[in-house]
T-cell receptor, first 113, second 115 residues
């Protein structure tokens, strides 16, 4: 069964600290893995997309890693800011196109001053 | 580039009425549009996929007669919730993709409350 699991479900950190969110998947075949940021009451915004051959990809203070062998990914946020408070969703695709996305349930991150 | 808008951003309607939600790709041609529903503290659930000029493909368990989807142009798709009931209250999000693209660009979502 194709599944995407994320941990932790929620996380509270102090402003300025770093954090790492985890994503494990059983989706097969694998095409690419995406991380999205979703602010409350808004649509998801893409942070990174990684294909099978990519181990790491950065977008500003966000760095995603991918281990296709163990089917794990992580999203590392450096020097957190209050505006980083959001849900972070891991999404795995089975095809090269835009279809067939499998969504994780997300990690709710709260950054406090 | 790749901006997707939704209208309205929120709507309240009475039980039994119908509500139309619009999804527009503002700066690109969207050959495929997707409609999702998201309940509180849950992830997005795909409702249907529509290609321009074709009938939408609905996910299992989604009533096509209740959730009418029209993708009449390369920049506009609409979702009509017919005879809405309180259990239809949810956050509806659309996304759009280009031809042969891998990225889905999400709209800001529409909060529907049925009273």
């Amino acid at each position: 069964k194709n599944q995407v699991e994320q941990s932790p479900q929620s996380l509270i950190i102090l402003e300025g600290k770093n954090c790492t969110l985890q994503c494990n998947y059983t989706v097969s075949p694998f095409s690419n893995l995406r991380w999205y940021k979703q602010d409350t009451g808004r649509g998801p915004v893409s942070l990174t997309i990684m294909t099978f051959s990519e181990n790491t990809k950065s977008n500003g203070r966000y760095t995603a890693t991918l281990d296709a062998d163990t089917k794990q990914s992580s999203l590392h946020i450096t020097a957190s800011q209050l505006s980083d408070s959001a849900s972070y969703i891991c999404v795995v695709s089975t095809q090269t196109g835009a279809n067939n996305l499998f969504f994780g349930t997300g990690t709710r991150l709260t950054v406090i001053p | 580039g790749a901006v997707v808008s939704q209208h309205p951003s929120w709507v309240i309607c009475k039980s039994g009425t119908s509500v139309k939600i619009e999804c527009r790709s503002l700066d690109f041609q969207a050959t495929t549009m997707f409609w999702y529903r998201q309940f509180p503290k849950q992830s997005l659930m795909l409702m249907a996929t529509s290609n321009e000029g074709s009938k939408a493909t609905y996910e299992q368990g989604v009533e096509k007669d209740k959730f009418l989807i029209n993708h009449a142009s390369l920049t506009l798709s609409t979702l009509t919730v017919t005879s809405a009931h309180p259990e239809d209250s949810s956050f509806y999000i659309c996304s759009a993709s280009r031809r042969e693209g891998i990225e889905q660009y999400f709209g800001p979502g529409t909060r529907l409350t049925v009273t």
